[in-house]
């Protein structure tokens, strides 16, 4: 069993960054692929951005492309989020999530993903 914790969200005005960390247990950390989605309000849980085990891919959705980037130290066991220029629109409670045998090929598919966070808010005021 994997147990993934999401820190970091919070309030900012638009312009602003925030620095989302997900920190997981478990000893093949290395071998997950990482996600983190988003929900906003009446909305369908979305993807954000995706990094294979190593680090090596990264996958971003077209709305935050520029703008955010995902990253991990395996070392530590987590995944960080950094999110610049926020908009309104980034809205949402996101979620940290764990594919155990990800190639990668459906990273934007939430039903493939193992494991997931809590959530953590982020409301960015304009």
């Known amino acids: 069993q994997v147990q993934l914790v999401e820190s970091g969200g919070g309030l900012v005005q638009a312009g602003g960054s925030l620095r989302l960390s997900c920190a997981a247990s478990?000893?093949?950390?290395?071998?997950?692929?990482m996600g983190w989605f988003r929900q906003a309000p009446g909305k369908e849980r979305e993807i954000v951005a995706a990094?294979?085990?190593?680090?090596?891919?990264?996958y971003y959705a077209d709305s935050v492309k520029g703008r955010f980037t995902i990253s991990r130290d395996n070392a530590k066991n987590t995944v960080y989020l950094q999110m610049n220029s926020l908009k309104s629109e980034d809205t949402a409670v996101y979620y940290c999530?764990?594919?155990?045998?990800?190639?990668?090929?459906?990273?934007?598919?939430?039903?493939?993903?193992?494991?997931w966070g809590q959530g953590t808010q982020v409301t960015v005021s304009s």
């Open positions: 999530a764990a594919d155990r045998y990800g190639s990668g090929t459906y990273y934007y598919e939430p039903k493939v993903y193992d494991y």
């Open positions: 478990g000893r093949t950390f290395d071998n997950y692929l």
């Open positions: 990094i294979s085990g190593s680090g090596a891919n990264t």
